[in-house]
């Protein structure tokens, strides 16, 4: 008589369970789909001894038993049901020799539904060049059951395999994590209510009854009463749950796995103890930092001087064309200034995103997030926070951009808040010309008074984005805590194509997507800036030529007089005006205050807009900073003092002076909440620095 059994092959994707399912099964096998949905179902049969055959299943790869795609529902539905047809006398969990801790979180999953579970670990031909020996006899011991280590390569350990799927019923069923534990007083009611159930099963039933159908919840013990709590009181638990089995798994592993890398003899590994070394790994890295940094700059001041000078020729050219009028001036001084300060950022996106993609591509990036973890983690960030947050230093755009890659929510959303402290390109001709007016050009041993300013600014830029990301690490909740997996996978060339499309992707959806706001509020911002109310806006030309009849200004000057009077009537003028008393104390007056909105649109708008309202146009014979340090407060000294200066800088130091920004982090975060919680806290912080340092300084 022959006895029929089912085996099903779970594991991680690319861990070689079709490669198993083929050694078992050869050629005698079929495949089908799942009713219903596209899942592929392979089945196929295997005699295991005189007596017994298997029918073996080739379940589709899933990481854990948490669902989160149809793939690994199909795994949860089969373990959860008894009554169907395939479901396992014995479960094979497949898993990889180098991977194996994270490949062990899936096994003590199933193991503790109480299904017989047989542990391979496969691909055992890398050992040797890895380093890698494991106590095969102390692991069995350990997880109170088989373990094979096998070669689906070298065909070693098929054998042994089949003649342990033969003895399944000599398997140990008991669980390996205890699920009590977990929170005693709700288990203790629920195995109260089940007594004659697994544990373990009732609370994957509770945890995922939102993906069951109508159907299959009739399957299933109904545990309605247990999914009373609130959605956040159970999460908690399934994190407590994760956290608890790597607890266990790193207990058995440090018993029973060791890896001594300097045995390996293969080159990925040899590359690996060089690129993941504890000073030379960091070395290379910022090493290759400042390569990729030097060549944004250098590579993308070409291109954005000639967007630069293209959107002004075609602003002066289109202007010539029409009739002068207000359509004219929307499109001349709104809408081309306004695509043209769009379009400025493409450079810098693109050679950002060129290098991101070839250094993930080549296997590179996984080391540096492992290298950089660990000192990052503590302030609530990821190791893939790094280039993030580097990259700020071009600009807050591609940097924000770049957090894509962080799967962990609460880590890329910290990373998302606190890279617009960094130090962006925008900052430095505010900086500039601030420090030349207020810092004094001299010398303390060698050491210049005005380079220390700057880099003092860089450096508070680069605290408070580490000081804030440590505060947000304890407001925001997290609804997963991320664990330390990061998968290593092999070097190789980077694809052209791969590259390409995310150079273009990244792009694409910048200009598009962030555009529509940068465009919008440039328009915005023109229009206050080129309307009034009252005669006085209306009127300045007129006004302005009277006032000067008797002085000699050339045509020029006269200009220069009438715009400044012009923008200190308009719209924004006024909305400057009257937040002075709120500016004072700081040590702005009205006309920095305009300044201030204006430069909302980008930073190093600031000098331009001071240079209107001085009335310092570019034929004149004095420089913007001339002017500067030539206006005078009420009391006679002059306006621009150590005290103004340095709460200015602070003040651009930390406030979120940027649209774009704005724009990018409202697309990556998809909604307006965090834009305008990152706008208004960075206001108040620059707002109190400015007040503090003013105050103290003046
Ligand atoms: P699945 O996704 O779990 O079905 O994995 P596959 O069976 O498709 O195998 C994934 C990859 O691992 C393939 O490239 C296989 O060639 C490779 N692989 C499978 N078994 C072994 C093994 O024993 N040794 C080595 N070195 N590679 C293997
Ligand atoms: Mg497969």
């Not at 020799?97 to 539904?113: A, C, G, M, P, S």
């Not at 007016?437 to 880099?455: A, C, F, K, T, W």
Request: charged share 20%.
């Amino acid at each position: 008589m022959i006895k029929n059994i089912n085996v099903a092959l779970i594991g991680n994707p690319n861990t070689g369970k079709t490669s198993v399912f083929n050694a078992l099964t050869g050629l005698n096998q079929k495949v089908g789909n799942y009713p219903g949905i596209t899942v592929e179902k392979k089945q196929g049969y295997c005699r295991l001894d005189r007596i017994t055959k298997a029918r073996i299943l080739d379940l589709p790869g899933t990481y854990s038993l948490n669902a989160s795609s149809m793939d690994e529902s199909v795994v949860i539905e089969l373990l959860l049901n008894k009554n169907d047809p395939d479901f396992p006398d014995v479960a094979v969990v497949v898993t990889d020799v180098e991977n194996l801790k994270r490949n062990l979180l899936l096994f003590t999953q199933i193991k503790d539904l109480e299904i017989p579970t047989v542990l391979v670990i496969n691909m055992s031909d890398q050992m040797s060049r890895k380093g890698i020996k494991i106590d095969i006899e102390k692991l069995k011991e350990k997880l109170n059951t088989e373990v094979v280590l096998i070669s689906t390569r070298k065909n070693l350990g098929v054998e042994l395999l089949k003649e342990v799927l033969v003895n399944y019923r000599q398997l140990s069923k008991a669980p390996i994590l205890d699920t009590k534990t977990i929170d005693p007083a709700y288990f203790e009611s629920l195995s109260r209510a089940f007594p004659n159930q697994s544990l373990y099963k009732l609370w994957l039933v509770i945890t995922q009854d939102v993906n069951f159908t109508k159907l299959q919840r009739q399957k299933v013990p109904d545990t309605t009463a247990f999914r009373t709590q609130p959605k956040s009181y159970l999460k908690r638990l399934q994190q407590r749950e994760t956290i608890r089995r790597y607890q266990v798994i790193n207990q058995i592993l440090k018993a029973t796995y060791q890896v001594n890398r300097e045995e390996a003899t293969d080159l990925r590994t040899r590359l690996d103890n060089l690129l993941i070394h504890k000073f030379w790994g960091y070395v290379i890295f910022f090493m290759i930092l400042l390569t990729i940094f030097q060549s944004i700059f250098d590579w993308s001041s070409v291109p954005m001087d000639f967007i630069d000078a293209s959107f002004a020729n075609l602003s002066d050219w289109t202007k010539a064309q029409m009739p002068a009028g207000i359509l004219t001036d929307l499109i001349t001084e709104g809408v081309i200034p306004g695509l043209g300060g769009i379009v400025i950022f493409i450079p810098q996106i693109a050679f950002l995103f060129l290098f991101i993609s070839i250094l993930e591509e080549t296997g590179y990036m996984s080391r540096v997030v492992f290298l950089m973890d660990r000192g990052l983690r503590k302030f609530g960030l990821s190791g893939k926070s790094v280039l993030p947050l580097i990259s700020g230093t071009a600009c807050a755009i591609p940097a924000v951009m770049a957090t894509r890659n962080i799967e962990n929510w609460k880590e890329r959303l910290i990373t998302i808040l606190v890279v617009p402290f960094t130090t962006c390109s925008a900052r430095l001709p505010v900086y500039m010309i601030l420090i030349s007016l207020v810092i004094p050009d001299e010398r303390i041993i060698g050491i210049n008074y005005q380079g220390l300013s700057l880099m003092g600014l860089y450096l508070i830029g680069f605290l408070m984005a580490i000081l804030s990301a440590a505060i947000l690490n304890h407001i925001l909740k997290s609804p997963n805590k991320s664990y330390f997996v990061v998968e290593m996978p092999n070097y190789k060339l980077p694809l052209l194509k791969n590259v390409a499309i995310t150079v273009w992707e990244k792009t694409r959806s910048f200009v598009v997507e962030a555009g529509k706001i940068i465009l919008a509020i440039s328009i915005l911002l023109w229009f206050m800036a080129s309307f009034g109310p009252g005669k006085n806006f209306s009127e300045a030309e007129s006004l302005m030529t009277e006032k000067f009849s008797q002085a000699s200004l050339s045509e020029i000057e006269l200009e220069q007089e009438i715009a400044a009077f012009r923008l200190e009537n308009s719209y924004i003028g006024i909305l400057g005006k009257s937040i002075e008393p709120l500016i004072k104390p700081l040590g702005y007056d009205w006309k920095i205050g305009i300044a201030l909105i204006s430069s909302f649109a980008a930073r190093e708008v600031f000098v331009g807009t001071l240079a209107t309202i001085y009335s310092v146009g570019s034929g004149a014979q004095e420089t913007i900073k001339k002017r500067m340090a030539r206006e005078l407060k009420s009391d006679g000294t002059a306006l621009f003092n150590l005290a103004t200066g340095i709460s200015l800088m602070l003040f651009y130091a930390f406030a979120m002076q940027c649209m774009s920004t704005l724009a990018i982090v409202k697309k990556e975060t998809n909604s307006w909440k965090w834009p305008m919680i990152q706008l208004l806290s960075m206001s108040i912080i620059a707002y109190l620095a400015a007040l503090i340092a003013y105050q103290l300084l003046k």
